[in-house]
């Protein structure tokens, strides 16, 4: 996957890079601008990657919750982390469910130090689709992902309920949720689970 990648994306945005001055902080490259079908990250696949190394490691996760500015904490059994991770995992992100309703762009920030794919919808999303935007940050230099972050909205009975959903390549993931009522105060609750103990 990692050498795929590298042909498809890091080679077009090192060339980009080496075109721009001192003063431009990010360059931006539209990977695909024409009726070819993109070929998107595979995300899904990525992170169920992430999940079996995990399951490998000799670690005790801890998981910490805020809610509403309330902070708990707790540590999982490492199976308790494949639970709290599938929001991640559904939908499937890749190319062949997903290259129909979004398009991908792609640019190196020097901000951050990361090639940033991002991914935003192209026309209306069904209704089994929760997902309106996701990012995977890769670092040029080693050819890694860095992190994913993807954000979910849905309405359940007048209340909008937004998710923004961060995974830290070998480190952490978290979830924060926000509730929107009309004329009220958002609820919002954040929980992150890290095996990563250092981060």
């Known amino acids: 996957m990692q050498k795929l990648f590298r042909a498809i994306y890091i080679i077009p945005l090192f060339f980009l890079c080496s075109c721009h001055t001192k003063d431009n902080k990010q360059v931006e490259a539209v990977i695909n601008n024409n009726d070819e079908p993109q070929f998107f990250f595979p995300v899904t696949e990525f992170l169920l990657g992430q999940l079996r190394e995990i399951d490998s490691l000799p670690v005790t996760p801890l998981k910490i919750i805020t809610d509403n500015d309330i902070r708990d904490s707790i540590w999982l059994k490492r199976s308790d982390v494949r ?6 995992l559904s939908p499937v992100i890749d190319s062949n469910t997903m290259q ?12 951050i130090n990361a090639v940033t794919l991002s991914y935003d919808p192209v026309k209306k999303l069904p209704d089994s689709i929760q997902l309106n935007h996701w ?16 954000v979910k909205e849905e ?15 070998g480190k952490s993931c978290s979830i924060t949720t926000i509730k929107q009522q009309p004329k009220m105060a958002p609820e919002v609750r ?10």
């Open 155 to 169: 309405n359940i009975n007048g209340t909008t309920i937004t998710t923004h959903l961060t995974w830290k390549a």
């Open 135 to 150: 990012d995977v940050y890769i670092d040029p230099q080693k050819n890694t992902v860095q992190r994913v972050y993807m």
């Open 100 to 111: 129909s309703y979004f398009v991908e762009k792609s640019f190196l920030d020097q901000t």
């Open 190 to 199: 954040s929980e992150i689970v890290k095996w990563d103990l250092d981060d």
């Open 83 to 88: 639970r709290f991770a599938k929001p991640f």
